[in-house]
């Protein structure tokens, strides 16, 4: 999803993750992937120049789900270490303790982007096998097998959005 990181727009996201979370059967990280995408679009909306224009990405895959928030400042944040007393300076520390993994990484001259990963729970990658829309016919491939027999469960599930 491409969005201006401002305050208004950061509650938005956090309640379309929570959804698309919620429809991968990934109820368990919503609150993990909530807070690490609050902080990322924080600093973008505090730190990021030219502009705030930035692009949210969710992906699950070999049972990661990767959050990732790039925008258009090519300046990699540092990592602080805040002070009792300091009001800020904790975000990126949050993502790291909550986080399976977390990076970042250049996009070139055009900005950057910065990823955190969390592990999947196992009952979530087991989802239930749904019909595909308008396939009652033999396509082209007459007599192959379809449906939940012919499907080779061995590879790893892969879902990906574009939230938004």
């Known amino acids: 999803m491409e969005l201006q990181a401002l305050p208004s727009r950061i509650g ?9 979370l919620r429809y991968w059967h990934l109820d368990p990280l919503i609150d993990y992937a909530a807070l690490g995408v609050t902080e990322l679009l ?11 224009l930035c ?15 790039s ?23 949050l993502i790291a303790a909550v ?4 990076g970042m990484r250049r996009r ?13 729970p196992p009952a979530a990658l ?3 096998l749904r019909p595909v829309y308008g396939a009652t016919t033999d396509g082209p491939f007459p007599g192959a097998e379809f449906g939940p027999a012919a499907v080779d469960h061995s590879s790893a599930a892969a879902r990906s959005a574009v939230v938004g």
């Not at 938005?12 to 698309?20: E, K, L, T």
């Not at 070139?108 to 999947?120: C, E, N, Q, R, V």
Request: net charge negative.
């Open 12 to 20: 938005q996201v956090r309640r379309i993750i929570s959804a698309q």
């Open 108 to 120: 070139g001259d055009t900005g950057k982007s910065i990823w955190f990963t969390l592990p999947a």
């Open 71 to 93: 925008d258009h400042d090519p300046r990699l944040p540092a990592v602080n270490d805040a002070g009792p007393f300091d009001t800020g300076g904790r975000g990126l520390a």
């Open 99 to 102: 986080s399976e993994s977390w």
């Open 126 to 128: 087991a989802l239930p």
């Open 42 to 52: 924080t600093n973008v909306h505090r730190h990021a120049q030219p502009d705030k």
């Open 55 to 69: 692009t949210v990405d969710i992906e699950l895959l070999l049972e990661r789900l990767t959050v990732s928030v």
